[in-house]
């Protein structure tokens, strides 16, 4: 999510800024608390380990090969080497090609993300943005996660006007336990729903045959 969101109206063209009215939302907190949301993310996250054990396997492949080479190397003749050599790049090349199809940029989990959460998320901020229309707020900062804004007063939180807007009946997400004003106002990061896409898979190391 976006770590600050400014909605800027048509007030800004007609109010002088002294007269500009701000609020905050705490994304995190609206998020956590639609069922939709949480659906979406459940199965981003199945695709998720789906994708990590299938990647594992890959990678158990090619250490079992790489591992057989370097007990056996010394008994094979130079043509069995380069083969084995071969096969054993071969195996590499499909791992980090692997890889990057599902969670390089642009890759299957951004799809999954797009095809799966990005409607929720836009049905938020539109929300945020009707909210902030009809109040007739110039700025709507988001509190989840942002070290931007230092403080804002509980009472300019509007996390519950956007989920009565969304329809669902505000309340502490059952989950998580995020309250949309915690801290007291200060600019705690936000727990959120856990995602399990954003500790995706870093590129395997690779040992070089000798």
């Known amino acids: 999510m976006r770590k600050l969101i400014i909605i800027a109206t048509l007030i800004l063209l007609a109010v002088p800024a002294r007269a500009q009215k701000y609020a905050s939302v705490n994304t995190a907190y609206i998020l956590s608390n639609l069922p939709e949301y949480n659906q979406a993310l459940n199965k981003v996250n199945k695709y998720v380990d789906e ?33 084995r050599q071969d096969e054993i790049r071969t ?75 969304l329809g669902v009946k505000p309340g502490t997400a059952p989950e998580t336990g995020i309250n949309p004003n915690a801290g007291g106002g200060k600019q705690n990061a936000a727990p959120k729903p856990q995602d399990k896409s954003r500790q995706a898979p870093s590129a395997s190391s690779r040992k070089e045959i000798m």
Do not use: C, H
């Not at 890959?58 to 380069?82: C, G, I, T």
């Open 91 to 165: 195996k590499e090349s499909e791992l980090r090609n692997l890889q990057q199809q599902r969670f390089a940029p642009g890759g299957d989990l951004d799809q999954k993300r797009a095809e799966l959460m990005k409607p929720v998320q836009d049905r938020v901020y539109n929300a945020i943005e009707r909210v902030a229309r009809e109040k007739n707020y110039a700025f709507v900062f988001d509190r989840a996660g942002s070290a931007t804004v230092l403080y804002v007063a509980d009472k300019y939180d509007i996390s519950n006007q956007v989920l009565e807007m």
């Open 51 to 83: 994708w990590r054990s299938e990647l594992e396997a890959k990678q158990a492949e090619v250490d079992e090969l790489r591992q057989r080479y370097e007990q056996e190397s010394y008994l094979l003749p130079e043509n069995l080497k380069q083969r």
